[in-house]
């Protein structure tokens, strides 16, 4: 029995090991962005959007539903860098946030400058969420067979992938939640 339970833990992932390892800890994580949190409700969010459009930290995105922040990096990147943030979250049923999609770019970005594709962009992106976000480091994931940045602390899981040739894709989402959980949790 023993030896069936040490096998089963050396094929574990590390992101399973991780996950199970944080979830142990029973330590929440629910800060996403600039006060904003899991679990805050439609209005609340809307509300602290319209705050920060008010200092004049962030405007309506251009879709219309995004939240878009501008901003200069001149930590990760050789030279001052100004890059755009969309954000918009996704409400469960009770119009609680359960996910955060958010989607970086070079606000330089064109498409036959290739220093500012997504694909330069992804490490630079990891770096900056591991900033923002302290805790573990991003490993690997299998996901439909695509290997896949991730990283957990606590229940918050963040995602990143290239979304096109522009974008780079994040989703921060609250593992705890019934709309993520799954059986290796």
């Known amino acids: ?102 989607e970086f770019s070079y606000s330089s970005w064109a498409p036959w400058n290739e220093q500012y594709h997504a694909k330069q962009l992804v490490p630079k992106v990891k770096e900056l969420l591991t900033l923002w976000y302290a805790g573990n480091s991003f490993v690997e994931a299998k996901v439909k067979g695509d290997l896949i940045p991730v990283k957990v602390d606590g229940n918050r899981r963040i995602i990143v992938t290239e979304k096109d040739v522009q974008s780079v894709s994040v989703k921060v989402q609250d593992i705890l939640h019934p709309m993520f959980k799954h059986t290796d949790q």
């Open 1 to 102: 029995m023993i030896l069936f339970f040490l096998l089963t833990g050396c094929f574990q992932s590390d992101y399973t090991r991780i996950v199970k390892s944080e979830l142990a800890k029973g330590i929440r994580m629910d800060s996403i962005l600039f006060g904003i949190k899991f679990s805050d409700t439609r209005d609340a969010f809307y509300g602290k959007c319209f705050d920060l459009n008010k200092t004049h930290l962030v405007t309506q995105g251009p879709s219309g539903n995004t939240v878009q922040y501008l901003f200069v990096d001149s930590l990760l990147h050789d030279k001052p860098t100004e890059l755009r943030l969309l954000f918009y979250p996704t409400f469960d049923k009770k119009n609680k946030i359960s996910e955060m999609k958010m």
